[in-house]
């Protein structure tokens, strides 16, 4: 078997194990959604604050659940391989021809997978609420591909945590803390518009902020490419980092094994 | 009498133990509100300066109110989830067993959810004095907010525990929180409901929370309205799920446990 093949195998097992959880499908789906429409719906005011950057604080706010999924997704993988562990199925596998390198890409070739049909249930609900992408159909194409990125990146951090630990509840504990970095950003106001001076520069400092923007900028700007460089350049860093960091993990735990 | 208070104690003594000897269970029910009000708090000021937002303290005080009302409300369900513990580890049943009152056993849990609940209102109110919360009411005023959020604390500890009660399962856990969270956050939480629009503003108009909410911001202003309506709007919410708690109990002895 090729590794190709090996990693095709394993990101469909992925992919089928999670769909055999209906927690792990519809709970990404719908939360993200949920905070969206109470966030809009009680923000919705903001519009008229002078400065702010759309008509609709709906539009506005469609970028977070983007981020919020793939935050979802990570950690229904890293649990999921954290079981993996667990159950002594990584064992076996090891003892198999199977190539290190097709495992980490086959979880997150599942990661992907399932980051990506979030992403289109987003963005369908997004347009059906009245949203029209200012970037167009290409932004909505980049967006998509942005959004996938994202996922990816989470993902690493997730099979990281994962491969160090072995422990599904060491990675449950990852959610709080990536929480932080959601909320202690730019996602309900623009960083101009923050007014404590800490928070704003906190914002400034989180990755998060950027991705957010990125992924806000396809929606109620259209082409922004400082915006869009930043996102996707996060993102990428974010995606190298993790994946050498859970490379690195994966080959200590195998040597253990 | 004296059988249920010396059953409430024991038990009220060991959910207390537990909580205050785990950090895993005593730091996120400490942690979240204050994340939550550092959020909203710091991240959401500039609301103040949308027209029509008037309110004394600040958008401080204006946020400090919802988390503490939202720390009492999650206090309660946190021990919801120690309950539903006690019941899938066979705690319960040898609880049920040998407990001479049974009804002591609500009582109990109860307790210790105050208790757990006055320990991160203490700390989320030094933060929001040291952030620079301003306070226009009096002591009678605070002693009302405060007073309003112990009943809403009871409240939900017996929804927690009625629910906890009927399942007998940790997976029973997002039964217990999503109708809190979502009854919370369709109140008015970022803007007063003047300033609300739409669907939001139809349903936060019927919410019960609503009242609590504007009669709890009120007192912090040292404006009291609405405040017998709000304190008439938790008993009712307590009494009922006092009942319902009760029944559950009552589900739990005719399953065994």
Not at chain 1, 45 to 56: H, I, K, T, V
Not at chain 1, 95 to 98: A, C, D, Q, T, V
Not at chain 2, 167 to 172: D, E, I
């Given at each position: 078997m090729t590794t190709a093949a090996q990693t095709a195998e394993l990101a469909r097992r992925s992919v089928v194990r999670t769909l055999r959880q209906p927690a792990n499908v519809v709970a990404p789906l719908l939360f993200p959604m949920m905070l969206l429409a109470v966030n809009a719906g009680g923000l919705n005011?903001?519009?008229?604050?002078?400065?702010?950057?759309?008509?609709?604080f709906f539009a506005f706010a469609l970028a977070v659940p983007f981020i919020q999924g793939a935050l979802f997704a990570t950690m229904n993988a890293g649990t999921d391989l954290a079981r993996d562990i667990q159950t002594g199925f990584l064992n076996r596998l090891s003892?198999?021809?199977?190539r290190s390198v097709a495992l980490l890409a086959g979880q997150l070739g599942g990661v992907v997978t399932i980051g990506l049909v979030q992403a289109v249930f987003y963005l369908g609900v997004g347009l059906a609420a009245g949203v029209r992408l200012e970037s167009g159909v290409t932004g909505a194409v980049v967006l998509l591909l942005l959004a996938t990125l994202i996922a990816l990146a989470f993902g690493s951090l997730g099979a990281f945590a994962a491969l160090r630990t072995g422990s599904g509840e060491a990675v449950q504990g990852l959610f709080p803390a990536l929480f932080v970095f959601l909320f202690i950003?730019?996602?309900?106001?623009p960083r101009n518009l923050i007014e404590i001076d800490w928070f704003r520069t906190a914002a400034t400092l989180n990755p998060v902020s950027y991705l957010i923007e990125g992924v806000r900028s396809l929606i109620?700007?259209?082409?922004?490419t400082q915006a869009l460089a930043l996102a996707f350049g996060f993102a990428f860093s974010i995606g190298v980092v993790g994946l050498t960091a859970a490379s690195w993990a994966l080959r200590v735990r195998l040597t253990r094994t | 009498m004296r059988g249920i208070v010396a059953v409430a104690l024991a038990v009220a003594w060991r959910a207390i133990h537990n909580v205050f000897t785990n950090p895993a269970l005593l730091i996120p029910s400490i942690v979240f509100p204050l994340f939550f009000f550092t959020a909203f708090a710091g991240g959401l000021?500039?609301?103040?300066?949308?027209?029509?937002?008037?309110?004394?303290?600040?958008y401080t005080g204006f946020q400090f109110v919802f988390v503490l009302l939202q720390s009492a409300a999650f206090g309660g369900v946190f021990t919801g989830f120690g309950i539903a513990r006690d019941f899938e580890s066979g705690f319960a049943r040898r609880l049920l067993l040998a407990a001479?009152?049974?009804?002591g056993i609500v009582l109990g849990y109860s307790l210790a959810a105050l208790v757990r609940w006055l320990t991160t209102a203490s700390v989320l109110t030094v933060v929001a004095v040291v952030a620079g919360m301003n306070i226009g009411g009096g002591p009678v005023d605070l002693f009302g907010l405060y007073g309003l959020a112990l009943i809403v604390n009871a409240a939900a500890t017996l929804w927690a525990a009625g629910v906890a009660m009927r399942?007998?399962?940790?997976?029973?856990g997002p039964v217990m929180q999503m109708p809190v969270f979502l009854i919370l956050f369709f109140a008015p939480v970022y803007v007063p409901i003047d300033l609300l629009q739409g669907w939001i503003e139809a349903i936060a108009s019927i919410n019960p929370v609503t009242a609590l909410l504007e009669a709890g911001r009120s007192l912090l202003a040292g404006e009291p309205e609405h405040v017998a309506l709000a304190f008439g709007v938790a008993v009712a919410l307590a009494a009922a799920f006092a009942l319902w708690a009760v029944r559950g109990l009552r589900r739990a002895e005719a399953a065994g446990a």
């Open positions: 005011s903001a519009e008229q604050l002078p400065g702010f950057p759309a008509d609709s003892l198999s021809p199977m950003s730019s996602m309900n106001l109620i700007v259209g082409w922004d | 000021s500039r609301v103040s300066d949308v027209p029509g937002f008037d309110y004394g303290p600040g001479p009152r049974r009804s399942l007998r399962t940790m997976q029973a």
